[in-house]
């Protein structure tokens, strides 16, 4: 597996580092401000409308595997063939088959992630199936080999001139660095696929559980062609994309596109319900419908339940200030920003995929407050930064059941609306306690131990004090009232001096602690005046 | 609420050992505004490193600890967001037996909203306690207070009271990029993320870069050290203490 | 409380603006087949026209005819999916849309095929104003009472991407536009 912009064995760190010193990089993801604030225009302008959104995606969640069987029935009922694949394997293997039983050697695709999830096109290569993406995000990153950057948005980090250089390698001849001209040019390129397409490959945004329809968004129009022209339609389902009924379509699909692109709909929302019927002239004779497990039956239930809540918005990621320095290939994931840190390491199998992922957030909460859906998901990295300390499988472990009376704990959610401490749903997620593992940091838990007794605190920081004062050669004077933060007192470290500091000392100067803390000050405040 | 309430004064590790000027700050404005001020000498962390590091044990040992000294308070009062948020999203998952914590979170609260929202005193130097600072100041927005505590308004209405003029930058509530541990496990993210607030702040020529967490300005004026860029990082409890006259 | 398909109209005009849709009349029905056919001539320029095997709306109004003294073919010719691959614009009636979004809900049966309102280059659509719902959730309540087809799409605007750059284009795989004539009827659906 090559993916162009990740060099193998490199860390989160080392990549995150490149991409912020990559001009270009830092120029194309830029473009991505304009979706900042799309998703507070949820929260502000469609707040009854996001709570029911919120709902109804914990609906399913309560019996996910039901859920499934009834969307199951009633594809079935309307004339699709549905296979359940518990693997990334098994998806390709099925998918295969079933190509290479209708005889199919040229696949097009729209955009999906569980695609991504389960290396789809390249296994297809490998079976000697041409498969070509037709989403322009999604057909340039394909011709640079790499993953998409970002699910709404797969060559964000693409400067034009970038697009324009790769795609001439397609071409043959140099592409301007033209939007209008790439797009033209795209479009008689693609067009070429598209008619000559035998198997049509999409994913789902949505499948009802009551008509057995499967819904997919896109501004192109892309998943029309590629539902009209193949005599075989497969769709890649993820179980979480079912939901209870056409209806809640009312209010998933504005939350959904407002949250990723700012539209109060997208141009084309492609609804397809059973193959081609007896007369009709275009459409697939044969309907596929793999609903793709790979992890996620095994979180129902569980503290890490609300993570299948997820609509792929990308609304974390546009409002993330780390997403927004590095990049998606920085994460080296199929599904990068905020939401990726929590389901790479959720759903790898082997509980190797992701595992550094969680640390790399500051925990802002910025991702939470955009979420249309309400999942805390500072909750879900905070859990998972105590979950990993394991090796092994952490979705597979997760046992934690929900509290059964979420509201019996006083929690105040990171607030759904922004600005509204306190409201916001008391989910799986943020209403479970945390559960105390086994496997515990020997430095914690000394630290806890020595600074949950007042005597170990004081005694500590005087220690702490004195030692960086002798290190550092000066002693931190008594700030008057007034200074600024440390200003007395910075100076610059000795990083070997101190523990974990490193890190920091490389970039910022580090104030040194002061011999005379406040509680000393406390003590003397009548003779000090204050 | 009594003419003179009472408050346990929670100064926080950080600025206990770092910054005892901004609790010095802290308490001559709450006493400025008319609360009875203790200090609870057994305090010590409300835990939120280990939360941030991923040892939930670490954390709840110092949660517990932290309610035994606070319980008798009748308002607990810190000069940070993140700690007061620490105290009301983080200790009930905690220490879920423990039924002193629903009512002690509903007690616990950040200096600047206690003032404006508990108290309902913006204007600290009514009576001639204070004169107008006259300087120029920015503020930005620490994320655990902003999304956790909606604190937003309050200390901007103290500083408007107080005389400054408040010129807001662009990305005021985009994290600084000190995250707790990521602060120094991903100082390769963190100090651009630092560089971008400077920035931002930078073009407001304001005097002042203000806020309500220490540990963000300690963040941004150790970067600000190195780069030279923008305004000086100043806790709102010191500058809004400087104007004081007693 | 029922809003008058005045206000629906007016909602319809300012949303397919927003979308990049251009909207006509609303005309009579007697005027129908005459306008559709000669917007349809100027947007194909010379270009072939692709309609329908049958369409209630067209059919009702006779612009069904009106088309074929444009020469337009439907699905019943041989190699129809060529000359469609090749036609400069595609003619569909629309029995249901929605006003605050201006989408066009383009039903699949065996006389209205899938492609005929994303191939060809450009898309021209009939709408009776007696066609318009309010919202979404009307909507999808009406397509559920009349029992879901095997395809239907929602059509809300050109094709278009922003994958260069968050800059939006037009024309990427689908029309290049969409231009709406509404059709002064009475009739709700």
């Known amino acids: 597996m090559s993916h162009g912009l990740v060099t193998p064995g490199t860390t989160i760190g080392e ?30 302008g469609m707040p009854e409308r996001k709570d029911r959104a919120a709902a109804i995606r914990r609906e399913t969640l309560g019996d996910l595997e039901g859920w499934v069987k009834r969307a199951s029935t009633a594809l079935s009922g309307a004339g699709a063939q549905v296979h359940r694949a518990a693997t990334p394997d098994d998806v390709n293997r099925i998918v295969i088959g079933i190509a290479q039983r209708a005889g199919a050697t040229r696949v097009i695709k729209s955009k999906s992630m569980a695609t991504e999830e389960v290396d789809l096109v390249e296994a297809l290569g490998a079976a000697g199936i041409r498969a070509i993406e037709t989403d322009l995000g999604e057909y340039i990153v394909q011709v640079a080999d790499e993953r998409p950057s970002h699910m709404i948005t797969p060559a964000i980090h693409k400067t034009v001139d970038q697009i324009a250089e790769l795609l001439s390698r397609v071409s043959g001849e140099a592409l301007p660095a033209d939007h209008e001209a790439i797009t033209e040019w795209a479009r008689a390129r693609l067009r070429e696929e598209f008619l000559l397409g035998d198997l049509g490959v999409t994913g789902a945004n949505f499948v009802t559980a009551d008509t057995g329809t499967i819904v997919i968004v896109t501004n192109e129009g892309n998943a029309d062609l590629c539902t009209l022209i193949p005599r075989v339609h497969i769709a890649v389902v993820p179980v979480e994309k079912v939901i209870p009924r056409l209806s809640d379509l009312a209010d998933l699909l504005p939350v959904l596109t407002r949250s990723a692109t700012g539209q109060d709909i997208s141009n084309y929302l492609t609804m397809v319900t059973g193959p081609r019927r007896a007369g009709e002239v275009d459409g697939p004779e044969e309907l596929h419908v793999v609903f793709l497990d790979h992890g996620r039956l095994a979180l129902v239930g569980t503290e890490y339940e609300d993570m299948l809540a997820c609509i792929r918005c990308g609304a974390c990621l546009n409002v993330c200030p780390v997403f927004r320095r590095i990049s998606g290939h920085a994460y080296d994931a199929v599904y990068t920003g905020p939401m990726g840190k929590i389901l790479t390491p959720l759903l790898s199998a082997t509980g190797e995929e992701g595992r550094e992922l969680p640390a790399a957030s500051t925990l802002c909460g910025a991702c939470a407050e955009a979420c249309p859906v309400e999942i805390p998901l500072v909750d879900l990295l905070v859990r998972l930064r105590a979950d990993l300390r394991t090796s092994g499988p952490v979705g597979q472990r997760a046992s934690a059941r929900r509290s059964t009376a979420p509201g019996e704990l006083n929690v105040t959610p990171i607030s759904s609306g922004g600005r509204r401490p306190g409201e916001g749903m008391a989910t799986a997620a943020n209403a479970t306690p945390l559960q105390f593992g086994r496997r515990r940091s020997r430095p914690w838990s000394y630290w806890a131990a020595v600074w949950s007794t007042p005597r170990g605190y004081r005694v500590s920081a005087r220690v702490t004090a004195r030692a960086a004062s002798l290190i550092a050669g000066r002693r931190a004077p008594d700030a008057g009232s007034g200074a600024a933060a440390g200003r007395a007192a910075a100076v610059r470290w000795s990083s070997r001096a101190w523990f974990g500091t490193r890190g920091w000392s490389a970039s910022r100067d580090l104030p040194l602690p002061s011999v005379r803390g406040f509680r000393d000050r406390w003590r003397n405040r009548k003779a000090e005046g204050w | 609420m009594t003419h003179s309430p009472r408050v346990g004064l929670f100064v926080t590790c950080v600025v206990d050992q770092v910054a005892p000027d901004v609790g010095i700050a802290t308490v001559r404005l709450l006493e400025a505004a008319g609360a009875q001020v203790e200090f609870p000498a057994a305090q010590t962390c ?44 983080w200790f009930s998952r905690l220490l879920p037996h423990d039924d002193r914590v629903a009512t002690l979170s509903a007690r616990t609260f950040e200096l600047t909203t206690y003032l404006v929202d508990e108290l309902g005193r913006n204007d600290l130097y009514a009576g001639g306690l204070g004169a107008p600072l006259g300087t120029t100041v920015t503020v930005h927005d620490a994320c655990h207070g902003l999304r956790n505590l909606g604190i937003h308004d309050a200390p901007r209405s103290l500083l408007l009271a107080a005389g400054a003029v408040l010129i807001e930058m662009d990305e005021a509530d985009t994290c600084c990029g000190f995250g707790g541990t990521f602060a120094a496990k991903h100082g390769e993210i963190a100090a651009p993320l630092a560089d971008d607030k400077l920035d931002h702040a930078a073009a407001t020529d304001a005097r002042w870069l203000v806020s309500s967490d220490i540990a963000c300005l300690l963040h941004l004026e150790g970067r600000r050290r190195r780069t030279g860029i923008g305004p000086e990082p100043i806790h709102i409890a010191s500058l809004l203490a400087s104007g004081l006259l007693a | 409380m029922v809003t008058p398909i005045s206000e629906l109209v007016a909602e319809f005009r300012v949303a397919a603006a927003a979308h990049s849709m251009t909207v006509h009349g609303p005309v009579t029905p007697a ?40 020469g337009a073919f439907s699905a019943r010719v041989s190699d129809w999916f060529d000359a469609l691959a090749q036609a400069a614009v595609g003619v569909t009636g629309v029995d249901l849309a929605i006003a605050e979004t201006a989408t066009l809900i383009i039903r699949t049966d065996s006389d209205r095929p899938r492609g005929t309102h994303i191939v060809p280059t450009r898309h021209v659509a009939v709408l009776p104003v007696g066609a318009i719902v309010a919202d979404l959730g009307e909507a999808l309540a009406a397509v559920q009472r009349s029992g879901m087809p095997s395809n239907l799409s929602w059509v809300s605007g050109p094709s278009r991407t922003a994958d260069l750059e968050m800059r939006p284009t037009i024309g990427v795989h689908g029309p290049i536009s969409v231009d709406v004539i509404l059709v002064d009827t009475e009739t709700r659906r």
């Open chain 3, 31 to 70: 005027a129908a087949p005459r306008t559709v056919a000669d917007l349809t001539r100027d947007r194909a320029a010379g270009g072939t026209v692709a309609r329908p095997i049958a369409d209630p709306v067209l059919d009702e109004l006779g612009v069904t005819a009106a088309l074929g003294d444009l």
């Open chain 2, 46 to 89: 409300c835990g939120q490193p280990a939360i941030s590091a991923g040892e939930p044990e670490a954390a709840a040992r110092l949660a517990q600890h932290f309610v035994d000294v606070f319980d008798h308070c009748d308002a607990i009062v810190a000069p940070s967001g993140s700690c007061a948020a620490m105290v009301h999203h």
């Open chain 1, 15 to 44: 990549r995150a580092a490149a991409a912020i010193a990559d001009p270009g990089l830092q120029r194309a993801l830029r473009n991505l401000d304009t979706r900042r604030y799309t998703a507070r225009a949820v929260a502000d």
